[in-house]
């Protein structure tokens, strides 16, 4: 079995109610972030990343199949958009 840097497979998927969900709303909803706050921040920061490229625009559109990955302190979390 290979440890590639991305694996899909363990990836947790979040579902979302419509086509399209905002990157601020996509980092509760995936609990990646506590509050907007929080959100707007790591956003700022540059600690957010959409399908490998650094986003620092809070209203990004996100849609499914969209791997959202946000550096922590204990590490790196990442969610794709269901």
């Given at each position: 079995m290979s440890?590639?840097?991305?694996?899909s497979e363990s990836v947790?998927?979040?579902?979302i109610r419509d086509d399209v969900i905002r990157?601020?709303?996509f980092l509760k909803l995936?609990?990646?972030a506590e509050d907007g706050a929080q959100a707007r921040d790591?956003?700022?920061?540059?600690?957010v990343r959409v399908n490998g490229e650094v986003e620092q625009r809070r209203g990004r559109q996100?849609?499914?199949?969209d791997v959202v990955s946000v550096l922590m302190p204990a590490?790196?979390?990442?969610?794709?958009v269901g």
């Open positions: 440890n590639s840097a991305f694996e947790p998927e979040v579902p990157l601020g709303q995936a609990d990646l790591l956003i700022a920061d540059g600690e996100l849609v499914r199949g590490g790196e979390q990442t969610a794709q």
